[in-house]
Antibody, heavy 118, light 111 residues
Framework: EVQLVESGGGLVQPGGSLKLSCVAS????????MSWVRQTPGKGLEWVAD????????YYLDSVKGRFIISRDNAQNSLYLQMHSLRVDDTAVYYC???????????WGQGTPVTVSS | QSALTQPASVSGSPGQSITISCTGT?????????VSWYQQHPGKAPKLIVC???NRPSGVSNRFSGSKSGNTASLTISDLQAEDEADYYC???????????FGGGTKLTVL
């Protein structure tokens, strides 16, 4: 059974930092492109970042470039999102997702909520 | 405002068919055959139900079908059932700096 389990979300003040983690099982993580996708009631679903299987290729939404860092540890079947300089509009549920091909996501985690507020 | 345009809501009775549209541009839907549809029940993660415009992942009911014409993609759900009541989102690869874009979502109500 495929599982993606996120953790690390929470309440943080504007300008703060947070690191999200996602542990994968049930598929060959080391061969998979992986992404973070966020969801807010107002803006719906939004792709945030993705990373290629060996971690050498990373891509970001323009609004998070320079603030967020996606990374992975294939030995630990884990995906990460380090978030710095958080803004109120980064508030969302963050999902870890596997990219089937061309950012079509066939497996999703349950999501971890991030709230940026003073 | 989402990059892809979907109707906010649609409704249908059990047994009927409904179609949800998703309109983009030549830079996304019109330019690539990497259009997906997701079903999301309240409090749950999205679930992929159509990929590559019209393919169904293993285990997805054949009551769900996808198509595309020009810059508009469509999801048709036939023989509506109560459990189909959910939010539906489309997405498309763009090839640009925003590599994938989503629609704003459509709430399906089964009357």
């Amino acid at each position: 059974e495929v599982q993606l389990v996120e953790s690390g979300g929470g309440l943080v003040q504007p300008g703060g930092s947070l690191k999200l983690s996602c542990v994968a099982s049930g598929f060959t993580f080391g061969n998979s492109w992986m992404s973070w996708v966020r969801q807010t009631p107002g803006k719906g679903l939004e792709w945030v970042a993705d990373i290629n299987p060996d971690g050498s290729g990373k891509y970001y939404l323009d609004s998070v470039k320079g603030r967020f860092i996606i990374s992975r540890d294939n030995a630990q079947n884990s995906l990460y999102l380090q978030m710095h300089s958080l803004r109120v509009d980064d508030t969302a549920v963050y999902y870890c997702a596997r990219d089937y091909i061309y950012l079509q996501f066939d497996y999703w985690g349950q999501g971890t909520p991030v709230t940026v507020s003073s | 405002q989402s990059a892809l345009t979907q109707p906010a809501s649609v409704s249908g009775s059990p047994g009927q068919s409904i179609t949800i549209s998703c309109t983009g541009t030549s830079g996304d839907i019109g330019g690539y055959d990497y259009v997906s549809w997701y079903q999301q029940h309240p409090g749950k993660a999205p679930k992929l139900i159509v990929c590559d415009v019209s393919n169904r992942p293993s285990g997805v009911s054949n009551r769900f079908s996808g198509s595309k014409s020009g810059n508009t993609a469509s999801l048709t759900i036939s023989d509506l059932q109560a459990e189909d009541e959910a939010d539906y989102y489309c997405s498309s690869w763009t090839g640009g700096s925003t590599r994938v874009v989503f629609g704003g979502g459509t709430k399906l109500t089964v009357l």
